[in-house]
Nanobody
Framework: QVQMVESGGGSVQAGGSLRLSCRTS????????LGWFRQTPGKEREGVAC????????YYGDSVQGRLRIIRTNREDSLYLQIDDLKPEDTAMYYC???????????????????????WGQGTQVTVSS
């Protein structure tokens, strides 16, 4: 059974930083492309970052360009999201997700649609106050 568990969220002031973590089990970690999404009530889940299987291809959403860094450590089956210069509009539930490249036919980051991804964590809340 595949499990993905996020941690590291919290309440911070604008301008601060957070490092979100995602531990996985039940899948061959290096076989999957990984992504981070975020969602606020009443809105669609937004893809903010993606990293290819071996960390050589990245995607970052326009709204977070320059402030996020996605990192994967294949030997630890772990995924991270470093968020700097946090803004109130970054307040959301953050989710990690995984997809096999065979699902969409490539090893690069797919289009940042939630429907593309197969496995999901339960989320970790990030709240940024001004």
């Amino acid at each position: 059974q595949v499990q993905m568990v996020e941690s590291g969220g919290g309440s911070v002031q604008a301008g601060g930083s957070l490092r979100l973590s995602c531990r996985t089990s039940g899948l061959i970690f290096e076989d999957y492309v990984l992504g981070w999404f975020r969602q606020t009530p009443g809105k669609e889940r937004e893809g903010v970052a993606c990293i290819s299987q071996f960390g050589d291809t990245f995607y970052y959403g326009d709204s977070v360009q320059g402030r996020l860094r996605i990192i994967r450590t294949n030997r630890e089956d772990s995924l991270y999201l470093q968020i700097d210069d946090l803004k109130p509009e970054d307040t959301a539930m953050y989710y990690c997700a995984a997809v096999s490249p065979g699902i969409y036919g490539g090893g690069w980051c797919p289009s940042p649609r939630a429907s593309t991804y197969t496995y999901w964590g339960q989320g970790t809340q990030v709240t940024v106050s001004s």
